[in-house]
C-alpha cells in the first residue's frame, strides 16, 4: 500500500512564500506521476500542478501558473509544491496525489494524503 504524508502547511501573509513537501512510502516514488490539489470550503477539488515520473514534465492550473512550482526528488521519495507569491485565494487544503499515468484530473489520481492546511491572510 501506496502512503503519502503532506507538510509544511500553515498560516502566511499575502505576497509570502510556502513550500509544501510529500513523502511517499511503500512503494518507490520513481513508479508514479504525482500531483497537487487543493480544496477550498465549499468548493470543489482543484488541479494544482502534476509531475512525471522522471521529473521531465510539469503541468500547473491556470491559478498558479508563473508563481508555484512543483519538484520532486525520487531519492529522498518527496515531492514539494514552492508556493510564491501568495493570494488570499490560495487559501485550500492542499493535497498530494499520486497516479500511474501523467495526468491531471482527481479521478486519475491511484492515492491521496489526508491534506496540508494553507491559510493565507490579507
Known amino acids: 500500500q501506496v502512503q503519502l504524508v503532506e507538510s509544511g502547511g500553515g498560516l502566511v501573509q499575502a505576497g509570502g512564500s510556502l513550500r509544501l513537501s510529500c513523502v511517499v512510502s511503500?512503494?518507490?516514488?520513481?513508479?508514479?506521476?504525482m500531483a497537487w490539489f487543493r480544496q477550498a470550503p465549499g468548493k470543489e477539488r482543484e488541479f494544482v500542478a502534476t509531475?512525471?515520473?522522471?521529473?521531465?514534465?510539469?503541468y500547473y492550473g491556470d491559478s498558479v501558473m508563473g508563481r508555484f512550482t512543483i519538484s520532486r526528488d525520487n531519492a529522498k521519495a518527496t515531492v514539494y509544491l514552492q508556493m510564491n507569491s501568495l493570494k488570499p485565494e490560495d487559501t485550500a487544503v492542499y493535497y498530494c496525489?499520486?497516479?500511474?499515468?501523467?495526468?491531471?484530473?482527481?479521478?486519475?489520481?491511484?492515492?491521496w494524503g489526508k491534506g496540508t492546511l494553507v491559510t493565507v491572510s490579507s
Open positions: 511503500g512503494r518507490p516514488l520513481s513508479n508514479y506521476a
Open positions: 496525489a499520486a497516479a500511474s499515468i501523467f495526468r491531471s484530473s482527481p479521478v486519475d489520481m491511484d492515492y
Open positions: 509531475i512525471s515520473r522522471g521529473g521531465a514534465g510539469t
